[in-house]
């Protein structure tokens, strides 16, 4: 992973360089050189196991803000997966669900940063068909302000904005390269990972 950010933070630092020489040549003289660890120490990853340490570093995030006010945005990948395996307590699971997207909801309002939570996706049989639907269903879903759904049309990723309150739904092609995501390119071409 750490690989990957550095790619990431070296193209970002490559794109304002170009975007500052293109837009901005009276501020080059004003120039600040950055380097890629810039970017790195202000990446904080935190990695759990289980849905109790999850529960937990939610509820260690409003310290860690707190101490940490450059922070403005945190990402969470992926918010259900371990809410989806062995929890027998259906009741006590949607409890804890909505009270971690309460406390999300709390932490964008009160440090105004935004809060991205990736979901997985399911197949569902719906009316003679599978049909892909958000897992852990739509009450989990109803928590989130704005949803995109990622998804492959043919050999092209695309973004769709699925729910928004200030956006209409549209769907944009994108690409995931060495860079980071990108305008898509025609010479996209679906691969399979391994």
């Known amino acids: 992973m750490v690989e990957r950010v550095l790619q990431i933070a070296e193209a970002c630092i490559e794109d304002m360089a170009e975007y500052s020489n293109h837009f901005h040549k009276d ?16 990446i904080f990853y935190f990695r759990v196991c289980s849905y109790t340490e999850q529960i937990a570093l939610i509820n260690y995030l409003d310290k860690f803000v707190m101490e940490n006010k450059e922070v403005k945005i945190i990402i969470v990948d992926s918010v259900t997966f371990h809410f989806r395996q062995d929890f027998e307590d259906m009741a006590l699971r949607t409890r804890l669900l909505s009270e971690m997207a309460l406390k999300f909801m709390k932490l964008a309002k009160k440090f105004c940063l935004a809060v991205v939570m990736l979901n997985q ?32 049309n043919g050999n092209e990723r695309h973004a769709f904005i699925d729910k928004s309150p200030s956006l209409k739904s549209a769907s944009a092609p994108y690409s995931v390269t060495s860079r980071g995501i990108r305008n898509s390119t025609s010479s996209c071409k679906r691969i399979k990972m391994m």
């Open 27 to 42: 501020l080059q003289a004003c120039e600040v050189k950055m380097h890629p660890n810039n970017i790195l120490e202000n």
């Open 121 to 152: 996706v399911t197949t569902k049989f719906i009316e003679g068909s599978f049909q892909l639907t958000l897992a852990l269903g739509d009450s989990w879903s109803h928590s989130c302000t704005n949803r995109i759904i990622l998804f492959w």
